[in-house]
């Protein structure tokens, strides 16, 4: 079936340093999400992905996905401690369904 | 407003005893999730409804697992009988659903902390 696979599964920076997480599917998406769950908690959206080669940015977040819709980055510039938590890409199983299927995660940890 | 409910938030149990979680979704989403996270296996998609109608339980992990949906804004995750590596966080989330490919945000609950002894 349709997987989500995401690198590396735990990073640890000092405060101040970058900080990328890669997320690559098996298959063509129609869409690709990003979510984060802080330590205890739960998945917060933070953004979707829809056309092919789109860049967003939220401040220090700047999301994009490829031009083949098969794989999407989150990178944040200058990390800081509120950003630790676990960043989740997902995406529709199977083309355009309204199933998600979530990546493993990458956990951030930052050293301040 | 608010969001995603659910309960129990925490539950320890001993093994072989029913366990019902419960879950109320965001007034005027139209689909539900249950989802299962665990270190070992992440977060497993269990069941999704849509519209009160159950359209892919494929993730349910067996038979000692049901969930229903009875109406459009409360669900239930019912294990039966629990056993200790159905320990896990069971987080429900609510989305609204516009139409195939639309691409859908998921909300989720805080989570039922399910420990079995």
């Known amino acids: 079936g349709q997987q989500v696979m995401q690198i590396p599964q735990y990073q640890h920076v000092q405060e101040g340093e970058d900080f990328t997480t890669y997320c690559n599917s098996s298959t063509t998406l129609s869409n690709i999400q990003w979510y984060k769950q802080r330590p205890g908690g739960h998945p917060v959206f933070l953004i979707q992905?829809?056309?092919?080669?789109e860049v967003k940015k939220q401040k220090r977040l700047t999301f994009q996905f490829g031009e083949a819709k098969k794989n999407s980055s989150l990178h944040i510039t200058a990390t800081q401690t509120t950003d630790v938590g676990t960043y989740f890409c997902a995406g529709p199983r199977g083309g355009g369904s309204e199933k998600l299927v979530f990546g493993k995660g990458t956990k951030l940890t930052v050293n301040p | 407003d608010a969001g995603v409910i659910q309960s129990p938030r925490h539950e320890v149990t001993e093994m072989g005893q029913e366990v019902t979680l419960r879950c109320k979704l965001i007034?005027?989403?139209?689909?539900l999730f249950w989802y299962r996270q665990t270190m070992m296996r992440g977060l497993e998609l269990l069941i999704y409804f849509n519209n009160n109608v159950p359209i892919d339980d494929s993730g349910m992990p067996e038979d000692r697992f049901s969930a229903k949906m009875p109406n459009a804004s409360f669900s239930t995750l019912k294990i039966q009988p629990s056993e200790p590596r159905d320990s896990a966080v069971y987080f429900c989330a609510s989305s609204l659903v516009m139409g195939v490919g639309s691409g859908n945000t998921i909300y989720f609950g805080e989570g039922s902390w399910l420990t079995v002894v």
């Open positions: 992905l829809v056309k092919s080669g």
């Open positions: 007034s005027g989403h139209n689909s």
